[in-house]
């Protein structure tokens, strides 16, 4: 019986390697091809018209007008908590509220020293709230939280990230909408962005959440 050498046994080790790395590209581009069959449905490009109301968000800065009551009007920031103080208002949630519903309670506040207070409470600085902001994920130039706007589109979207890296699969992108139970809906960066495909630019919802993967070529 022949004993190997140190130089067969480790050419004998190679090829281990290199078929242990085969079989993992032979499961990997499996998988690929198994998730590109059951790809998820192209985003809508349109969205219903439905009546937008932005609400209060921590983060978020008001301005509160008390007329004929200049010392109580003021810019207030909206704490992490979603509470507010004020002059003779302590700690008022104001977080995932109406600005109008928040201007009417400060006035329930502050009637018990002011007689018949009109108050004008108006959004100066916006974050929203955490549930209505659209996420940027991955291979976005600069990966954020974004406040939604009415009528926001993808397009509008990408502007605000600085686009895509060159490391990005755009068009293997998804998008989360949060507000449909998560479903999940395919998006074209790469058409939109790089081969000015404008039917690739879709309406985006609060809560969305996008993820834009890394290419492996």
Known sequence: ?????????GVGTGRLRAFGMFYFLVVLFGLAGCSNSHSPPPA????????????IGAGDTLSVIVWRNPDLSMSIPVRPDGKITMPLVEDLPVAGKDPTV?????????????????VTVVVTATVGPYNQQIRVIGQATKPQALSYRENMTLLDVMIAVGGITDFADGNHSNLVRTSEGNKLYRIRLDDLLRNGDISANVAVKPGDVLIIPQTWF
């Open 1 to 9: 019986m022949r004993v190997k050498t140190m130089s067969e046994k």
């Open 102 to 118: 928040v201007a009417r309670e400060i006035e329930t506040a502050l009637s018990k020293y002011i007689r018949d207070p009109v």
């Open 44 to 55: 809508p490009s349109t969205i219903p018209a439905a009546q937008y109301t932005y609400l």
